[in-house]
């Protein structure tokens, strides 16, 4: 299975408030995961991406966070949202030989 | 990470072919060429990916430049559920990629 589950599937947040966005994975141990946002009418911005347990890299400096306290639970959190933290947040794990990315149905935040 | 660009967007008739277009000229020779498609308030679908050879499966097929400096996706017989936005992207070893904005296909019926 590539099952990839996320929570909240919407969320309406004030600014200054706190963020914990969660995915989680079923299927094979240790997959490579991936956040993503996406602004209204554009591409796809990686955010984090995490090899395993522990291990984050980060793209894009922000004042987002991430963590991944278990083999198949990647997080992703802010202390104090911005206007600018809206947009479509996808979760990703990467499969096959080439790579493959199989996504997650997304979380749409609103930052009011 | 090496760059892709697409046209913005393009249009189709319901059930003919569409011929979705994407260079890559700094491709690198181990990326691989993967197409995905995004409908609304989606996230995206894996379509289809290849290295040097054209390659097919059931929901499209690939076709790649011998200079592999860009690629088309084929969509055989275009129907109003393939609406979507298309990325064309490059995949490294590394597992990271950049998605673009794409191209957004309209199917007219």
């Known amino acids: 299975s590539q099952t990839i589950h996320q929570w909240p599937a919407t969320l309406v947040q004030p600014v200054g408030s706190p963020l914990s966005l969660e995915c989680t994975v079923e299927g094979t141990s240790n997959p490579n995961l991936y956040w993503y946002r996406q602004a209204a009418g554009r591409g796809l911005q990686l955010l984090f991406y995490s090899v395993g347990i522990g291990q984050i890299s980060s793209e894009v400096p922000q004042n987002l966070s991430a963590s991944r306290p278990q083999d198949r639970q990647f997080i992703l959190s802010s202390k104090k949202l911005l206007l600018s933290d809206s947009g479509f947040y996808l979760c990703?794990?990467?499969?096959?030989?080439?790579?493959?990315?199989?996504f997650g149905p997304g979380t749409r935040l609103t930052v009011l | 990470d090496a760059k892709t660009t697409q046209p913005n967007s393009m249009e189709s008739n319901e059930e003919e072919p569409v011929h979705l277009p994407c260079n890559h000229s700094t491709i690198s020779g181990t990326d691989y060429i993967h197409w995905y498609r995004q409908l609304p308030s989606q996230g995206p679908e894996y379509v289809i990916h290849?290295?040097?050879s054209n390659v097919n499966n059931r929901m499209a097929s690939l076709a790649i430049a011998e200079d592999r400096k860009s690629s088309t996706l084929i969509l055989h017989r275009a129907t109003l559920r393939d609406a979507a936005v298309y990325y064309c992207i490059l995949r490294t070893n590394a597992g990271k990629s950049t998605f673009g904005d794409g191209t957004t296909l309209t199917v007219k019926p």
């Open positions: 290849g290295l040097t």
């Open positions: 990703a794990r990467q499969a096959g030989r080439a790579n493959e990315q199989f």
